[in-house]
């Protein structure tokens, strides 16, 4: 029953998106009482979402999970790329229905209603679906083309979230997410959930950033102390599903 939620909690969010879906959101009620016993936040933009969970009482990483949407009139459709509790989910395609009133996204299936109430719609300059696609090695700037396994991160209404995945074999390597802010050349990160160590969270990450021809060049120190310099470019110029399937 647990799996059977999760798999439709996902669907709820996908057919409102010519509702103004863009941005950030947090899943405040199930079948008329309040979720208290973890923080699951969804970010939505350029027809692309992604969702993090973490325990409330712990800070324990619980699931995520994300993919393309395509709008058809009151149909939407969604395509999983990664799904930690449902990974055969991964490349399939389903199509659902909700409505939103006023700043809540509410989605009524059989016996379950869900409730989520927009965090913020705010966008900026790096507001959008970034995959990595180079890094700094020895001086020199080395740039990949991006596959089945990459690394996406996803920038809207004042969150981020990334996440490395294989959506061909199913494999997860890691999310992390939280707050952003930006004030050129200045980039914020302030964690708030992370799969691979939870004492991460609470950090502040400060960094560099400059758009050069559409491309973002990430600078500064990682949460491991590593001084970075990586490249980031629009998800849907940079990868193509249909040569990557």
Not at 82 to 106: A, C, H, V
Not at 139 to 146: N, R
Not at 148 to 154: A, E, M, S
Request: glycine share 8%; charged share 20%; hydrophobic share 30%.
């Amino acid at each position: 029953m647990k799996h059977f939620f999760t798999f439709f909690f996902a669907l709820l969010f996908v057919t409102t998106y010519s509702q103004n879906l863009q941005g950030s959101w947090l899943l405040v009620e199930k079948n008329g009482k309040p979720v208290t016993d973890r923080e699951e936040v969804a970010l939505f933009t350029d027809n692309y979402f992604a969702v993090s969970a973490k325990s409330t009482a712990n800070n324990e990483f619980l699931y995520a999970y994300g993919g393309y949407t395509q709008q058809n009139a009151e149909h939407t459709q969604l395509t999983y790329d990664f799904n930690t509790q449902i990974p055969e989910t991964i490349n399939k395609s389903f199509t659902s229905y909700t409505r939103i009133s006023g700043d809540s996204l509410i989605w009524t299936r059989e016996n379950a209603q869900l409730v989520w109430r927009q965090i913020s719609n705010r966008q900026d300059e790096l507001s959008g679906v970034w995959v990595f696609t180079g890094r700094e090695r020895d001086g020199k700037l080395s740039t990949s083309t991006p596959g089945d396994r990459r690394t996406i991160k996803i920038l809207t209404g004042g969150r981020f979230q990334w996440i490395a995945f294989n959506s061909a074999t199913t494999e997860f390597s890691g999310t992390g997410g939280g707050f952003y802010h930006t004030q050129k050349p200045d980039y914020t990160e302030q964690i708030t959930v992370f799969s691979r160590n939870k004492d991460r969270i609470g950090a502040s990450l400060e960094f560099n950033y400059q758009l050069k021809e559409g491309v973002w060049h990430h600078t500064g120190t990682s949460s491991g102390g590593d001084k970075i310099y990586e490249l980031w470019s629009p998800l849907h110029k940079a990868y193509s599903r249909e040569k990557a399937q």
